[in-house]
C-alpha cells in the first residue's frame, strides 16, 4: 500500500506540476496583449490571428498526436511537447517577422496538444485507480491555475520576459519529464 501511494505521489506531483505549467504558457498571450499592442508591430488583428494560429494547430494536432500516442511511448510525446513549446515561446519575443510569429505560435499551440493524452496514460496506467482518480481531478484544477499564474507573471514582468521565463520553464519541465519518466520506467513504476 506505501509503495503504491508514494508511486501515485512521484507520478501524480511530475503530472499535475508539468500539466499547470503548460497551461501557463497557453494563456501568456492573452495576458500580455495589453502591452504588446503597444509596440508597432503588434495590433489587436495581429495578436488575434496569433492566438487563432496556435489553437487551431492546437486542434489539428489534438486529433494527430492522438493517434502517435498510441504508436508512441509518453516520455516522447511529453518530453517532445514541452521542448518544443517551450523553445517556440523563448523565440517569439526574439523575433520581428510576422511569418516567424505565425510559425512560433503554430508549433506552440501544435506541441501543447501533445501533452493531455499521455500525461493522463502515464497516470491511469501507473498508479492505483484510487488515486488516478484523485490525480486526474487535481490535474483539471491545474488547468484553472495557470491562467491565474500566468496573470501574476505578467503583473511584475514586461510581456518580453513573461514569455522567456514561461518558455525556459516549459523547456525545463520537458527535460525532467523526459528524464523522470525514464528512471520511473526502468524501476518499473510506469
Not at 517532445?80 to 506552440?108: D, R, W
Request: with cysteine; net charge positive; charged share 10%.
Amino acid at each position: 500500500m506505501k509503495k503504491s501511494l508514494s508511486n501515485a505521489v512521484r507520478i501524480g506531483s511530475l503530472s499535475i506540476f508539468a500539466y499547470l505549467a503548460s497551461y501557463v504558457t497557453r494563456n501568456i498571450l492573452s495576458v500580455s496583449t495589453p502591452e504588446m499592442i503597444k509596440e508597432s508591430i503588434f495590433t489587436k488583428e495581429y495578436v488575434g490571428l496569433l492566438s487563432s494560429i496556435c489553437f487551431v494547430f492546437y486542434a489539428v494536432g489534438q486529433l494527430l498526436n492522438g493517434f502517435a500516442g498510441d504508436k508512441i511511448h509518453p516520455k516522447y510525446m511529453i518530453g517532445t511537447g514541452f521542448c518544443i513549446s517551450g523553445l517556440f515561446t523563448i523565440m517569439v519575443p526574439l523575433a520581428y517577422n510576422k511569418a516567424f510569429h505565425c510559425l512560433c505560435f503554430a508549433m506552440i499551440g501544435y506541441s501543447l496538444s501533445m501533452l493531455r493524452g499521455p500525461i493522463t496514460k502515464v497516470i491511469s496506467e501507473s498508479t492505483d485507480i484510487r488515486y488516478a482518480r484523485v490525480i486526474c481531478t487535481l490535474l483539471n484544477m491545474a488547468g484553472f491555475a495557470g491562467p491565474v499564474l500566468a496573470s501574476i507573471l505578467s503583473l511584475f514582468f514586461n510581456w518580453r520576459a513573461v514569455f522567456e521565463i514561461s518558455g525556459a520553464v516549459t523547456l525545463a519541465i520537458g527535460i525532467i519529464n523526459y528524464i523522470l519518466i525514464s528512471v520511473f520506467s526502468a524501476s518499473e513504476q510506469i
